[in-house]
């Protein structure tokens, strides 16, 4: 059975941090690109940050660059989002999902999702 269980979303006031984890189970983890997904009040899902298969590689959303990290640790299965410098437009429910296309078809799965808000 396939799972991703996110962790870490709360309360935070402006200009500070969380660290997001998602848990994965069920699936060759390493096989799969790991996505953070993001969908704000009346806004539509968003792409926040993506890591490859092996770590070596990632990409974000230019309203995260330089505030946001994504990272994954193979041996356990878990992917991490550290966000700093929060803002209030970060305010979200944060999405874990998993990726993958080869010659069988598109694998996608996801995660229930954490909800971050940023305010004073």
């Known amino acids: 059975q396939v799972q991703l269980v996110e962790s870490g979303g709360g309360l935070v006031q402006p200009g500070g941090s969380l660290r997001l984890s998602c848990a994965a189970s069920g699936f060759t983890f390493n096989s799969y690109a790991m996505n953070w997904y993001r969908q704000g009040p009346g806004k539509e899902r968003e792409l926040v940050a993506r890591i490859t298969t092996g770590g070596g590689s990632t990409n974000y959303a230019d309203s995260v660059k330089g505030r946001f990290t994504i990272s994954r640790d193979n041996a356990k299965n878990t992917v991490y989002l550290q966000m700093n410098s929060l803002e209030p437009e970060d305010t979200a429910v944060y999405y874990c999902?998993?990726?993958?296309?080869?010659?069988?078809?598109?694998?996608?799965?996801w995660g229930q999702g954490t909800q971050v808000t940023v305010s004073s």
């Open positions: 999902n998993a990726h993958r296309t080869d010659w069988r078809g598109n694998y996608n799965y």
